[in-house]
């Protein structure tokens, strides 16, 4: 199976490095020295990586036959795309591939059908799953241990436990105006409290 690891950046320095933005939560296994990777579009690889090292938090890569700016600089925004065995696990128990989630039917914990996973967006604060709703619109659902509760592979689901209005805007109208109403409520009810102290001076 191929997967996309990551897209070549702009160039660094005038020896031919680049940036690149990681899409694999395995850099140092698909993306270190020595790795043989094809490109998207085909025509500029396959690309051997020759060197790789962080700065300021970005990864920088330099390939094999690109020795200067120029070189590197033609490669930006090629992807690169990594030949990985579908059997193959992360090694952490609880981390997936992204070709293992996508697909995946999206439900509450009482079976309630939200969709299926489509794609998976990886942002530097989360991940974020994008999950296509059965009239066709689409809702992102943050990978974060609050909110997806389960991750089935054998039954291919993914349950979650979404806080109100993050998937329809509707539960978000209802909780808010349950929330005025009690609101109302409790303001009805210490009223007269407030006024208990005028009625007992009264009294005396």
């Given amino acids: 199976m191929e997967l996309v690891v990551a897209r070549i950046g702009r160039a660094h320095g005038i020896k031919g490095e680049v940036t690149v933005e990681v899409r694999t939560d395995e850099p140092e296994l698909r993306l270190g020295p020595g790795a043989v990777l094809r490109t998207d579009p085909a025509t500029a690889g396959p690309l051997t990586i020759e060197t790789g090292r962080v700065h300021s938090g970005r990864l ?4 094999a036959g690109v020795k200067d700016r120029t070189g590197a600089e033609a490669l930006r925004n090629i992807l690169l795309i990594a030949e990985v065995d579908p059997a193959e696990l992360p090694e952490e128990p609880d981390e997936y591939y992204d070709h293992q989630l996508m697909d995946l039917d999206v439900v509450l914990e009482d079976g309630t059908e939200i969709g299926r996973i489509t794609e998976i967006s990886h942002l530097p ?7 296509e709703r059965p ?13 997806v509760a389960e991750i089935d592979l054998d039954e291919q689901r993914c349950v979650i436990t979404p806080p109100p209005g993050l998937i329809d805007e509707r539960d978000a109208i209802v909780v808010s105006t349950r929330d005025e109403e009690a ?9 007269p409290g407030s006024k208990g102290p ?6 005396a």
Avoid: N, Y
């Fill in 183 to 191: 609101a109302d409520a409790d303001s009805s009810e210490d009223t």
């Fill in 198 to 203: 005028k009625g007992s001076g009264d009294d």
């Fill in 125 to 131: 604060s989360q991940d974020l799953f994008i999950v």
């Fill in 135 to 147: 009239d066709g619109t689409e809702v992102m659902i943050p990978f974060v241990e609050e909110i």
């Fill in 60 to 63: 920088l890569l330099r390939f």
